[in-house]
């Protein structure tokens, strides 16, 4: 005998990305890469161009959700910003793709970004790059390394953030200790790519959050990033935390981790000048969405 139908769980990211409107950014090879944009209320938005928070999902550059940042979306469109989920090319949906094209995606994001600020009544020298794991790599890549470019880009158009944020990022792809060495596609590659060998002075601002439990991405690559631009005289800030895992600040996985790794990127856009400070900010009850 059957038993009752279960309800299946709702994917709060999927539900979130309903609310948005999706634009392509890019077309390339034959694929069309969208992204999903979120507008402030007219009594929450300033009365200037406004702060862009620019989001890329976590990935191996082999798979990923681009609705995983859409909760991160909601609340900072509340605060007056206009926010965006970026998809990018990871092998699982684009046969071929990986670390190189995933450079290359974020690169063209925040071009697209800044020469479409006036019809997107955005700041474009107010953009932040946020991301987690491979898809935090390719954006922090924009923020430190040259070259990398799509070939189709105008590439006289910056692609350089004002401001990152990364989650468990990967910053170390050449130590013998690097995660996803087999996703590069030659030896070359994955040396240029590292980002602590190209840390010099003169990067944006970083807020790096990153659980010290990490298995799959080594926090010690986080924290000689961090260590090691800061002698740069770079604003570079690493929170460690302690025994959290990968993933760790993920909506569905933690609401406590995920408000407190959000009013910590919140405080970090107030000190920046990005948005406007809050005296109510925070999340409150986990049923806020």
């Known amino acids: 005998m059957e038993g009752p139908l279960r309800t299946p769980p709702i994917d709060r990211g999927r539900e979130l990305l309903k609310t948005a409107r999706e634009e392509i950014f890019k077309s390339v090879n034959g694929v069309d890469l969208p992204v999903y944009i979120w507008e402030p209320e007219p009594d929450k938005a300033p009365p ?5 928070a620019a989001f890329f999902f976590s990935s191996g550059w082999d798979n990923g959700q681009i609705a995983q940042f859409a909760p991160h979306c909601v609340y900072f469109a509340s605060r007056g910003m206009t926010t965006m989920c970026f998809d990018y090319r990871v092998s699982a949906r684009h046969p071929g793709a990986g670390p190189l094209q995933a450079m290359a995606d974020a690169r063209s994001a925040i071009r697209w970004i800044r020469m479409n600020a006036v019809e997107l009544g955005v700041n474009p020298g107010k953009i932040i790059g946020v991301g987690g794991s491979g898809g935090g790599h390719a954006i922090a890549s924009a923020a430190v390394l040259n070259g990398f470019d799509d070939p189709s880009d105008v590439t006289d158009c910056s692609p350089v953030p004002n401001a990152v944020v990364l989650f468990n990022p990967v910053i170390d792809t050449w130590s013998r200790h690097a995660p996803y060495q087999d996703r590069w596609p030659d030896n070359a590659s994955r040396k240029a790519a590292d980002l602590i060998r190209g840390i010099k002075a003169g990067f944006p601002p ?36 302690d025994g959290k895992g990968h993933g760790f600040f993920n909506f569905n996985l933690s609401f406590e981790m995920y408000e407190a790794t959000l009013m910590a990127m919140d405080e970090f856009f107030v000190e920046l000048g990005f948005i406007e400070p809050d005296p109510n900010a925070g999340l409150g009850k986990e049923d806020a969405f």
Do not use: Q, W
């Not at 200037?48 to 862009?52: E, G, I, L």
């Not at 080594?218 to 800030?237: M, V």
């Open 206 to 241: 970083m807020l790096i959050m990153h659980g010290t439990d990490d298995r799959v991405v080594p926090f010690e690559g986080s924290y000689t990033f961090a260590r090691k631009s800061s002698k740069k005289k770079n604003i570079c800030r690493l929170i460690e935390f």
């Open 48 to 52: 200037y161009p406004k702060s862009v």
